[in-house]
Nanobody, 115 residues
Framework: QVQLVESGGGLVQAGGSLRLSCAAS????????MAWYRQAPGKQRELVASFTTGDNTNYADSVKGRFTISRDAAKNTVNLQMNSLKPEDTGVYYCNAQTFLSADWGQGTQVTVSS
């Protein structure tokens, strides 16, 4: 089982930026998928961005052009740069790592965007 630790959340005004980081306890290339999800109050958890096998990236339509997922192999981290933040981006952001047999989650980090 992998440990995933998120950091970088906080309170920001609309139009601002935040950078989230997810540190994994083993090589990020041991996973077929590494992703960021978010969950807003009263809503289901949704995919925000992901890396999949073959270096493919995927983004939710709502964040395309504003968010960028990246990774640092030397640090075993997956990052999410969030620009032009909107109040509807508010929620708890979770790091997710998947293999064929398992899926692990971090504890989450709160992002609050004020209008």
């Amino acid at each position: 089982q992998v440990q995933l630790v998120e950091s970088g959340g906080g309170l920001v005004q609309a139009g601002g930026s935040l950078r989230l980081s997810c540190a994994a306890s083993r090589s990020i290339f041991s996973f077929g998928v590494m992703a960021w999800y978010r969950q807003a109050p009263g809503k289901q958890r949704e995919l925000v961005a992901s890396f999949t096998t073959g270096d493919n990236t995927n983004y939710a339509d709502s964040v395309k052009g504003r968010f960028t997922i990246s990774r640092d192999a030397a640090k075993n981290t997956v990052n999410l740069q969030m620009n032009s933040l909107k109040p509807e981006d508010t929620g708890v952001y979770y790091c997710n790592a998947q293999t064929f047999l398992s899926a692990d989650w971090g504890q989450g980090t709160q992002v609050t965007v004020s209008s």
